[in-house]
């Protein structure tokens, strides 16, 4: 079942079986204030079991691209369009949260991003980046990296 991300009043619905669901749902709570903010979209996200296309994008870009496997399991999924982009988001339950901006005419922005919750230390498989750190009021500090999609997905 869907569930529309309320930044409002932050929750962890579908996140609670991280260790870290409230830093976590945070994180997820900032995702939704930055699309609503910009877009005027509402951030929805579905249990990863229902997604398991989405995540098999995700995973074949971040494999492909860099060789990447992600260990910890995924909890849920977001997809939206917007301006011609489509986000996909995914929330692990190891508090990481992973999306691909994906520029959908020729030539367009595409990237892969990740997120840490925070109190979370970056896993074995992304230990080769550099992480830029960022304060929020819902997620206190995040700490995030990038990549730029060379391939065509």
Excluded: C
Aim: proline content about 5%.
């Amino acid at each position: 079942m869907a569930y529309k991300v309320d930044f409002t009043n932050v929750s962890t619905v579908g996140l609670e079986s991280s260790p870290v669901a409230d830093a976590l749902a945070g994180l997820r709570a900032n995702e939704a204030r930055y699309f609503k903010n910009k877009y005027d979209h509402d951030f929805t996200t579905v249990p990863a079991d229902k997604a398991k296309k989405k995540i098999a994008y995700v995973n074949k870009i971040l494999k492909e691209e860099r060789d990447i496997v992600i260990k910890s399991p995924p909890l849920e999924v977001s997809e939206p369009e917007v301006d011609g982009i489509r986000w996909t988001h995914v929330f692990y339950e190891n508090g990481l949260a992973i999306n691909v901006l994906y520029t959908l005419a020729d030539k367009g922005k595409r990237a892969v991003g990740f997120k840490l919750s925070e109190g979370m230390e970056p896993p074995e498989e992304l230990s080769s980046f550099k992480w830029a750190r960022q304060k929020s009021k819902l997620a206190g500090t995040i700490r995030g990296s990038y990549f730029v999609i060379k391939g065509e997905y």
